[in-house]
């Protein structure tokens, strides 16, 4: 049986940890370049699995080399950074949002897939949930809580990057997305290092 309160505790636990991380960035980039819908599954099914393996594996996963993880999160983000830099823009480019045309909901649901799944595997959340499983033993609950509060942040950074578009002219939200991204990037392949 669900509790409703463990579930609570988990979503406002997990919901605030993860709202200043770089998922929020992710969900925002790949919200403002491509159709939501198709990134937000990608995005959700990434965390599902996350929350499957928090719950399931517990404090295991915290024994992965966090300079593994670290080094494959600054590739992504240096990859995502490089596509966007080298995305051109045309005359006929206008603000609105528009999938490329060789961009198929596998191909951009799979990509924010694989980034969610990448970046934030071994993440503070991930580590957490595995956690609040352990110490509640309500593995249906804690698992709700945290995919939900997951969510939940995905999709407040896909609609903000929608939002965010209205407002500032897509090729300046595109080259400050890159720089972060970047940033991100160069980042965790100093924290691999270090």
Known sequence: MISISVTALVFGVVFLAELPDKTALAGLVLGTRYRASYVFVGVAAAFAVHVVLAVAAGSV???LPQQLVHALTGVLFLGGAAML????????DSD???????????RVSGA?????????????TQIMTANLAARYDDPLSV????????WAVAGLGIVGGRALMKRVPL??????????????GVWSLYEAIA
């Open 85 to 92: 830099l080298m995305t051109k823009g045309g005359a006929d």
């Open 171 to 184: 090729a300046l939200i595109t080259k400050v997305a890159a720089v972060l991204m970047l940033g991100l």
């Open 143 to 150: 698992g709700l809580g945290a995919v939900l509060a997951l």
């Open 96 to 106: 609105e949002v528009r999938a490329p045309k060789n961009q198929s909901f596998w």
């Open 61 to 63: 996963l915290t024994l």
């Open 112 to 124: 924010g897939f694989m980034l969610i799944l990448v970046a934030e595997f071994g993440d503070l």
